[in-house]
């Protein structure tokens, strides 16, 4: 999580982040929390395969995710998924 931030801020700003929900040092919602103070045009979803409903209201309400994907997720559930999240990046951008 600390090195995707890291990763943003430095080399951003990025149409889309994809983030898991858990991960060593903070969770998905934080991470994406904070992914979208960096960036707030940034589309930002997340690839879990953890259920926790808790945790999937935190993403959704904290980090205001624009797709909640589950494992396991085809590379064409994945492939749509990314392709309409650039496109509402783009729509934002052009806004």
């Known amino acids: ?52 409903l808790d945790a999937a209201i935190a993403a959704v309400n904290d980090g205001r995710i624009f797709r909640f994907l589950t494992k396991p997720c085809t590379g064409d559930a994945l492939r749509a998924a990314v392709e309409a999240g650039v496109a509402q990046h783009r729509l934002v951008q052009a806004e």
């Open 1 to 52: 999580g600390a090195a995707g931030l890291a990763t943003m801020a430095a080399a951003g700003p990025f149409a889309l982040v994809v983030s898991d929900m858990r991960m060593p040092g903070m969770n998905g919602a934080e991470f994406l929390a904070e992914a979208r103070r960096i960036a707030p045009d940034t589309i930002r979803m997340i690839l879990s395969g953890q259920s926790d």
